[in-house]
């Protein structure tokens, strides 16, 4: 049944050129933004230059929620997830079919980007890129995209609306950064910052001062994964219990 489920989701996918399209963006999206963030740099510098050239991850992240919550949102607005849920009875199998079709396009769309990015960063600052840990940065940012990615299909599962799907997760990952900064109590922005998806996710791509940071790099990437399991588990058993 997953199998056919997976066919069934690749099928719809190659056959919509805007999803295809959006996905080369992401790639497109990362290393553009990462170029134009380390083109005015000059070093050496007090920054983290590793997490600079990564900056295009900051752009990607939305592209990769839209593209995930499309995936299944979009068959709510159309009504097409009547016809999916006819030839697909199993529901599980369906939302495990699309997560691992995004998560599969994400993962290879977020590695061209951010390989492009860092290309884009070698090119810019030489050997003032990469003094700390370089292999997590890379690594964890593609994660993140993914995780992203999984995160908002679950969003969309939960509300069955694309819009109200897109609303959620960038508001979270653009609106609540902004409004823990404002936070005038540092314990309170700290513990914020620890819980957020973005917040903590992104503390994967630092490499100095990681003692100053609110939350460690991968446990960081665990919170964001917690985020993620809580929304595609509870959009699963909706999913499971709703009529479509």
Not at 174 to 187: E, F, I, K, S
Request: proline share 3%; with cysteine; aromatic share 6%.
């Amino acid at each position: 049944m997953y199998t056919d489920a997976l066919r069934a989701e690749w099928t719809k996918l190659r056959t919509s050129p805007g999803a295809l399209w959006s996905v080369v963006a992401l790639a497109v999206a990362i290393a553009g933004l990462s170029a134009l963030a380390v083109a005015p740099v000059t070093c050496p510098c007090a920054t983290d230059t590793t997490k600079l050239t990564l900056t295009g991850v900051q752009l990607g992240q939305a592209v990769a929620a839209v593209v995930a919550v499309m995936l299944l949102g979009g068959e709510y607005g159309t009504r097409m997830i009547t016809v999916t849920l006819a030839a697909l009875p199993s529901r599980t199998s369906m939302l495990a079919a699309k997560a691992t079709l995004v998560g599969g396009l994400v993962a290879v769309a977020g590695t061209v980007g951010v390989g492009g990015a860092w290309v884009a960063g070698q090119a810019a600052l030489g050997d003032e890129l990469g003094a700390g840990a370089v292999w997590r940065p890379l690594v964890g940012s593609v994660l993140y995209l993914v995780l992203i990615a999984l995160f908002g299909l679950g969003v969309a599962a939960i509300t069955r609306n694309s819009a109200a799907a897109v609303g959620v997760v960038l508001g979270l990952l653009y609106v609540a950064p902004l409004v823990t900064a404002m936070v005038q109590d540092d314990d309170w922005q700290e513990r914020l910052q620890r819980f957020g998806p973005a917040d903590a996710g992104l503390a994967v791509q630092a490499t100095i001062n990681l003692d100053d940071l609110a939350i460690s790099p991968w446990r960081g990437l665990g919170v964001l994964a917690l985020w993620t399991l809580s929304a595609l588990l509870l959009g699963g058993v909706l999913l499971h219990r709703r009529d479509a």
